[in-house]
């Protein structure tokens, strides 16, 4: 992702493998513009959690990137 954003005037789309809020947060930070995921409830209900100060409904990083 931060390879394309850097080379590449576009915005970038990341998805696969985007299954919690971490994930998703950590390709935001590489550039993506854009993500594509069949986890939206699951990310959806993390960021709640977390803004709501529940820390043990956060779950880790599961895509590796």
Same mark, same amino acid.
């Given at each position: 992702?931060a390879l394309m954003r #850097?080379?590449? =005037? %576009? +915005?970038? #789309? =990341?998805?696969? !493998? %985007?299954?919690? &809020? @971490?994930?998703?947060?950590? &390709?935001? =930070?590489?550039? $993506? *513009?854009? &993500?594509? *995921?069949? $986890?939206? +409830?699951t990310i959806a209900k993390? +960021? @709640? @959690? +977390? @803004? $709501? !100060?529940? =820390?043990? #409904? %956060?779950?880790? $990083?599961?895509?590796?990137?």
């Amino acid at each position: 992702v931060a390879l394309m954003r #850097k080379s590449c =005037a %576009i +915005e970038v #789309k =990341a998805s696969g !493998g %985007i299954r919690s &809020l @971490a994930d998703a947060r950590r &390709l935001v =930070a590489l550039g $993506a *513009t854009r &993500l594509g *995921t069949s $986890a939206t +409830e699951t990310i959806a209900k993390q +960021e @709640a @959690a +977390e @803004a $709501a !100060g529940d =820390a043990t #409904k %956060i779950g880790p $990083a599961t895509g590796g990137y």
